[in-house]
């Protein structure tokens, strides 16, 4: 059975520097102790909670990650940017205008020949308005159901209604629509009746005594006070939110997914 199904972990927006030492302290070992195909992670938010670098991308790849996902910051960082396309493994929302650098998909290729094609979306509610998520993943399942045996969508989105809506447009179409950005897992993992795990938000990576990642005093202050502050990353305690899914390779149906969780106490 072990090897008619993909195990694919998928951690939610890992944040700062907590979340990165996490990675470098068990990304490996968790390859292991749960037999990972795919680790998957979001990762808009490692460089100080906001962006990515060239070297954290880099350390990546050695810290065995597979594919990265993001969202709406991943530009901030200029020189990550304009060296995008180096790192193909690393993908932005596909319905950004065509011009943004960067792709909005990745074919990974498993050891096996095992395909899986990893599509990175952002919601519109609530967020700056991009082009519409729902006719940019249709376009995309043309272009790639002759090349990906499973596709995992990355939904980034402010609003839980709009997640849930496209997990249901998505079912039996794609292998899980799994929702990101608001840094709070919840508790819907499930796999809808097409055959499509779904879970409204993973979670983060990221500071537990925190709000969302971010040292509670600082934003304290700015809903009290109301004057822009600046929000640093909060320190550890680590709270690794991230769902496990089982997929079957030939039908590209999901055989289940669950939530996975781990509170992590650095030194």
Not at 137 to 149: D, F, P, Y
Not at 190 to 207: C, F, H, Q, S
Request: charged letters at 25%; aromatic letters at 8%; a neutral charge.
């Amino acid at each position: 059975m072990q090897n008619d199904v993909l195990r694919v972990l998928f951690l939610g927006d890992v944040v700062g520097p907590p979340g990165l030492d996490v990675l470098r302290e068990y990304a490996i070992d968790w390859r292991k102790e749960l037999s990972l195909d795919l680790l998957i992670i979001n990762g808009e938010n490692l460089d100080h909670g906001s962006g990515i670098t060239v070297r954290i991308a880099q350390e990546l790849l050695r810290l065995g990650v597979d594919v990265v996902t993001s969202g709406d910051h991943i530009w901030k960082n200029r020189d990550f940017v304009k060296r995008m396309e180096e790192f193909p493994f690393i993908i932005r929302p596909a319905n950004y205008p065509p011009r943004a650098p960067g792709k909005g998909y990745v074919i990974w290729v498993g050891a096996d020949g095992t395909t899986v094609g990893i599509v990175n979306l952002i919601g519109r509610v609530f967020m700056y308005p991009m082009d519409c998520p729902f006719r940019k993943i249709e376009e995309i399942l043309v272009e790639i159901k002759e090349k990906a045996q499973i596709i995992i969508v990355d939904f980034h989105a402010e609003a839980t209604s709009e997640k849930v809506a496209m997990g249901y447009f998505l079912d039996g179409k794609v292998s899980a629509v799994l929702g990101t950005h608001t840094h709070i897992p919840t508790a819907d993992a499930r796999v809808l009746k097409g055959g499509t795990a779904y879970i409204t938000d993973v979670g983060m990576v990221g500071p537990m005594d925190s709000v969302i990642g971010r040292k509670a005093s600082a934003v304290l202050e700015k809903y009290i006070v109301g004057i822009p502050v600046r929000f640093p990353v909060a320190g550890p305690p680590v709270w690794v939110n991230g769902v496990l899914l089982e997929i079957d390779k030939k039908s590209g149906r999901a055989v289940s997914i669950q939530r996975w969780e781990r509170t992590i106490h650095l030194i």
